[in-house]
């Protein structure tokens, strides 16, 4: 069992081109940990320098964005669904 | 002729090449066009401008296509009108409307960004243009693509007002509803244009898109004989419309076409999705998303992708934000309506709203020039003032029945 995450296409260079990878975390904090494990440098791409989520980054955990959970510490199980999309314009 | 020299990173200037791309690959920034400004400064002047058919592409040199424009060629140049009755009633000297409840094809100033979107989307060789809206947009993507005769998938709300989803389906799109808020549509659709190669104006489009709503800045100017007034209040949902505005602004000026701009920028938003003007009050840097509930659903994006840039035109600027409530909403609406001749729809209301708001906190003195943007039509959300604006008098076609029933000394 794993939490599979939908990876946007400018990451996808860094997952050797795939658009879904599935991970092992307890939270999205260690998500982003064990996916820089598996694909290292993706954690720089998703966090700045302080090591938060970067402000144009959108996380959702089943749907729902993470600002409206516990942001980076939003519990995750096995079965989760988490997309990770950048900011997108409206009207 | 092309004026772009190619994509830049706003947030790390990262150079990208013209493509239908719109987040940067490192800092996932947004993509902007990156104009050779020397190279417009001597083709575009204000003769130039004034020498050309009255619409949109009157700017070409400002707006980013490479080849001749082929969409929107009757959208654009909107009025500019003094609101004297309306100025007398909010106590006010010189304030004017920029009126888009009239553009040209679908009664709103997403005309503008869809005009240039599509003329890029055919550059770029795309047979299939999508976008994810909340109605105004959906509009004018679906009848500008059936001119174009391009195939259009268009993404609302369900709970969308019946006036935009008719003046959608009215166009024959794929017309998909999607069982949530705007934000959950958004979301959806970034990850439908990950899989399909379609054009969404709104997501990969963007970069090109978002430049459209530059047009209405450059008009204010020109239409106000080349200057640029000392407020615009402007109404803020994913907050890219007033950050363009403010960019066509300072182009002007940097170009040497208006003089000085000490213009000052308001943001207005509905109380029930106000996650830009709270940011502003709160002096934030961060945008906290909300669940919106307002009325206002053509301003109803929750989690705004430019709501950063809007904040910072505001505090740029010099001015400022507000939100406003249902109620006054649709108080300013049959105020515009009844001053100025002019049905616009909720988002309307809530810029108007904002702007009584201001000038009754005194942010915005009495005797400067005011512009308030009147950005989309009445006729479209019809729900939000049905019930608030009395009902016809039913008589019988007989003289007595008329004198019996119709009140004839008005106190209005």
């Known amino acids: ?91 | 002729m092309s004026y772009v020299k190619g994509l830049k990173c706003r947030e790390c200037g990262r150079p990208y090449p013209k493509q239908p791309i719109y987040v940067c690959e490192y800092c996932f920034g947004p993509l902007e066009v990156d104009y050779d400004y020397d190279k417009i400064k001597k083709d575009l002047t204000k003769e130039a401008i004034e020498s050309r058919p009255q619409n949109l592409w009157r700017y070409r040199e400002l707006l980013p296509i490479d080849g001749e424009p082929t969409d929107g060629l009757h959208s654009g140049f909107t009025p500019l009108l003094r609101a004297k009755n309306l100025g007398k009633a909010l106590g006010v000297k010189e304030l004017y409307i920029k009126d888009d409840s009239v553009s040209h094809p679908t009664f709103s100033f997403k005309d503008r960004v869809v005009a240039v979107a599509l003329s890029k989307a055919k550059e770029f060789g795309f047979d299939t243009v999508a976008c994810a809206s909340t109605g105004n947009l959906a509009n004018s993507v679906s009848a500008q693509a059936a001119v174009a005769n391009l195939k259009r998938y268009i993404f609302i709300p369900a709970d969308l007002e019946l006036g935009k989803v008719i003046g959608t389906l009215i166009y024959n799109p794929v017309l998909v509803a999607v069982e949530g808020n705007y934000d959950q549509v958004n979301r959806l659709c970034s990850e439908v244009a990950l899989k399909y190669k379609w054009a969404f104006v709104n997501i990969n489009i963007r970069p090109f898109y978002a430049e459209g709503s530059k047009t209405y800045g450059y008009e204010i100017a020109e239409q106000l004989g080349w200057r640029a007034p000392k407020h615009i209040i402007t109404p803020c949902a994913g907050g890219s419309l007033i950050t363009k505005i403010w960019k066509g602004i300072k182009e002007f000026h940097k170009l040497g076409l208006i003089d000085k701009v000490n213009t000052r920028m308001y943001a207005a938003q509905a109380t029930g999705c106000s996650p830009i003007s709270t940011a502003v009050k709160e002096d934030s840097d961060i945008i906290k998303p909300v669940k919106p509930k307002t009325i206002a659903k053509s301003l109803a994006i929750g989690n705004p992708a430019d709501g950063v840039y809007a904040v910072g035109v505001t505090k740029e600027s010099g001015g400022w934000a507000e939100d406003v409530s249902d109620d006054e909403i649709v108080e300013a609406i049959k105020l515009l309506a009844t001053t100025e001749g002019i049905f616009t729809e909720t988002a309307g209301g809530v810029t108007l709203g904002v702007t009584k708001k201001l000038i009754k906190q005194g942010r915005i003195p009495k005797d400067e020039s005011i512009v308030v943007c009147i950005t989309g039509n009445g006729l479209k959300t019809q729900e939000a003032v049905s019930e608030r604006i009395g009902k016809p008098i039913k008589i019988k076609p007989n003289l007595a029945s008329f004198e019996e029933n119709v009140p004839r000394s008005l106190k209005r």
């Open chain 1, 1 to 91: 069992m794993s939490i599979k995450v939908r990876i946007p296409t400018p990451l996808q260079k860094l997952t050797e081109g795939k658009a879904e990878v599935e991970v092992e975390a307890k939270d999205v904090r260690g998500l982003i940990e064990d996916l820089d494990k598996n694909f290292p440098g993706i954690k720089d791409r998703l966090c700045d320098d302080k090591g938060r989520i970067r402000r144009f980054i959108n996380i959702y955990v089943n749907e729902e964005d993470v600002r409206f959970l516990q942001q980076d510490s939003t519990p995750l199980i096995d079965g989760d669904e988490v997309s990770i999309i950048p900011a997108i314009a409206g009207g």
